[in-house]
């Protein structure tokens, strides 16, 4: 049964710092790994989605890499602002079906 | 492209009612999966429907069912409601590419139940 996690569980920093989230799955036997970020009391917005045969991807001041044979994503955010204050999510595609990681809440202060 | 939307956006029941959400895909896009969100146990995921039959089902009891119907439109059913049954439901569309081998779900802003 392929298990999630995410750490930290909460992370506070100030603005203008960089800083790493970390996702660990047990099963190499994925699909794709999808990052997400979900405001308080919303939905999924999708951030990154790395194909199995990737590396990394980027989009703007993030950048996410994985590593299929170690079970690990990372989630890089270069140059935090509190806008990017939110709980980030990163999920691993089974069979059609995500499975989720717990979560690491995120609080950018100004 | 419209987004994948649900109703409602939020729901209260009390214990021992049964309620019905609803959620429209992207259009274009056949898959419609569902997830439950709760502070205890996360996201889990409830089932997925493509072109009108149920691929894949998550560790749910009977209670929870779902059907799609023609226009891809999906709704979900949670009879004889309980307490714990208290969640986010998220509604999500699937897009698979086979020119780029690349699989994304996009959710819904879900429908928030609370029962009593």
């Known amino acids: 049964k392929q298990e999630v996690t995410q750490i930290p569980a909460a992370l506070s920093v100030p603005e203008g710092e960089n800083l790493v989230l970390n996702c660990s799955f047990t099963?190499?036997?994925?699909?794709?790994l999808q990052w997400f970020r979900q405001d308080p009391g919303k939905g999924l917005t999708s951030l990154l989605l790395?194909?199995?045969?990737?590396r990394e991807q980027t989009s703007g001041r993030l950048n996410a890499s994985l590593d299929k044979s170690s079970g690990r994503s990372t989630l890089y955010i270069a140059a935090s602002q509190p806008g990017d204050s939110a709980t980030y999510l990163c999920?691993?595609?089974?069979?059609?079906?995500?499975?989720f990681g717990t979560g690491t809440r995120l609080l950018v202060s100004p | 492209k419209a987004g994948v939307t649900q109703t409602p956006r939020y729901l209260i029941k009390t214990r021992g009612q049964q309620v019905t959400l609803s959620c429209s895909p992207i259009s274009g896009h056949r898959s419609v999966s569902w997830y439950q969100q709760t502070p205890g146990q996360g996201l889990q995921f409830l089932f997925e429907?493509?072109?009108?039959?149920?691929?894949n089902k998550g560790n749910f009891p009977g209670r929870f069912s779902g059907r799609q119907f023609s226009n891809s439109r999906s709704e979900m059913n949670v009879s004889t409601l309980e307490l714990g049954d208290s969640a986010l439901y998220l509604c999500?569309?699937?897009?698979?590419?086979?020119?780029?081998?690349?699989?994304?779900?996009?959710f819904g802003p879900g429908t928030r139940l609370t029962v009593l």
């Open positions: 099963d190499s036997a994925i699909y794709n």
């Open positions: 429907y493509f072109s009108e039959t149920q691929r």
């Open positions: 999500a569309s699937r897009a698979y590419s086979i020119l780029t081998s690349t699989d994304t779900q996009y």
């Open positions: 790395i194909q199995s045969s990737q």
């Open positions: 999920a691993v595609s089974g069979f059609q079906k995500l499975v």
